[in-house]
């Protein structure tokens, strides 16, 4: 069973940056593809971004798409994402996952954005 744990939210103000880490167990990782969600209070979960297992084909959702990088580190079984410019509505609790949640829900990591 792999097990997820992100890491990297904070406090941080508005046009900010914040580099977000989810660590990965077991060798399943580098063969399936990654994603980000974010669910903020009182909302559903969220696709942000996804990765293909080797690292290409980048995917953003519109609200992020320009300003959030996705990326991963096989070696390391290590996805991330690189916030910048960021904004009060991109305030959320960030988990990762494969794009269609086959993993158990990690802890996620909160990311606070001060106007």
């Known amino acids: 069973q792999v097990q997820l744990v992100e890491s990297g939210g904070g406090l941080v103000q508005a046009a900010g940056s914040l580099r977000l880490s989810c660590a990965a167990s077991?060798?399943?990782?580098?063969?399936?593809?990654m994603a980000w969600y974010r669910q903020a209070p009182g909302k559903q979960r969220e696709l942000v971004a996804t990765?293909?297992?080797?690292?290409?084909?980048?995917f953003y959702a519109d609200f992020v798409k320009g300003r959030f990088t996705i990326s991963r580190d096989n070696a390391k079984n290590t996805v991330y994402l690189q916030m910048t410019s960021l904004k009060p509505e991109d305030t959320a609790v960030y988990y990762c996952?494969?794009?269609?949640?086959?993993?158990?829900w990690g802890q996620g990591t909160q990311v606070t954005v001060s106007s």
């Open positions: 077991g060798s399943v990782f580098r063969i399936v593809p």
């Open positions: 990765i293909s297992n080797r690292g290409s084909n980048p």
């Open positions: 996952n494969t794009p269609t949640g086959d993993f158990s």
